[in-house]
């Protein structure tokens, strides 16, 4: 079964260099979350968006943002990197049955891991 | 705002032995609770998910959890562990009522199995 693709890998970059990380989902799921996961800590949730618009925020920094584009794939853009960003980026896709509280499990890319020097 | 604590940061067993790893969270309303596995160098799985009804849920590779509601738990539970339980373990909430369907996670607990 397809799974939802991440791409880099991984990845390399010098402080207060641009960093754009690629989230295809699974084919028919509509929603994608962002979660960072530091050095040996838990995910944070960065970012998600449902049908290519932002459905909520979490504690993404204002040097990131990020899109859904029409095939549902996902970027995460990364400015000004700092040590701190360093991490494992992951994303995750779901199939949203539209707005009732019903939970639609998430399913979980590898992972790209940045590294920042 | 939910959040979840793993009190267990790290757990060392011998094969066979049983396993609990205790997961409390807070917040008053509806809860949805789950555990995810994530063995090393890979990405995180889903292990088992608790919604309504049944407060003991069973999901793959023999673990099972219970929500106990007066006590805000949710501690996965597996009789015989083996070597390729090996992984870190994260519980997580979502609160489907206040809209917001991202995870919250607990800080994991990484399970070492010795054969």
């Known amino acids: 079964a397809a799974g939802v693709i991440q791409s880099p890998r991984h990845l390399i970059k010098e402080k207060r260099e641009t960093a754009t990380l690629k989230c295809y989902p699974i084919?028919?799921?509509?929603?994608v979350y962002w979660y960072q996961q530091g050095p040996g800590q838990d995910p944070q949730f960065l970012i998600s968006?449902?049908?290519?618009?932002?459905?909520d925020k979490g504690s993404i920094p204002d040097r990131f943002s990020a899109q859904q584009f029409s095939d549902y794939h996902s970027e995460l853009n990364m400015s000004s990197l700092e040590l701190g960003d360093s991490a494992l980026y992951f994303c995750?896709?779901?199939?949203?049955?539209?707005?009732?509280?019903?939970?639609?499990?998430?399913?979980f890319g590898p992972g790209t891991r940045l590294t920042v020097l | 705002a939910q959040s979840v604590s793993q009190h267990n940061h790290h757990v060392i067993l011998s094969e066979a032995a049983s396993l609990e790893l205790g997961c409390n969270y807070s917040?008053?309303?509806?809860?949805?609770l789950f555990w995810y596995v994530q063995y090393p160098g890979q990405h995180l799985q889903l292990l088992l998910k608790?919604?309504?009804?049944?407060?003991l849920v069973k999901g793959i590779k023999g673990f099972e959890a219970e929500f106990i509601k007066s006590k805000f738990s949710f501690n996965l539970r597996k009789p015989s562990v083996q070597w390729s339980d090996t992984a870190e373990y994260f519980c997580?909430?979502?609160?489907?009522?206040?809209?917001?369907?991202?995870?919250?996670f607990g800080s994991g607990t990484r399970l070492q199995v010795q054969p």
């Open positions: 995750a896709s779901s199939k949203s049955e539209g707005s009732s509280g019903d939970y639609n499990e998430q399913f």
């Open positions: 084919p028919r799921h509509d929603t």
């Open positions: 968006f449902y049908e290519k618009m932002q459905s």
């Open positions: 917040y008053g309303g509806t809860v949805n």
């Open positions: 608790y919604f309504s009804g049944d407060p």
């Open positions: 997580a909430v979502t609160a489907p009522n206040t809209g917001r369907r991202a995870l919250t």
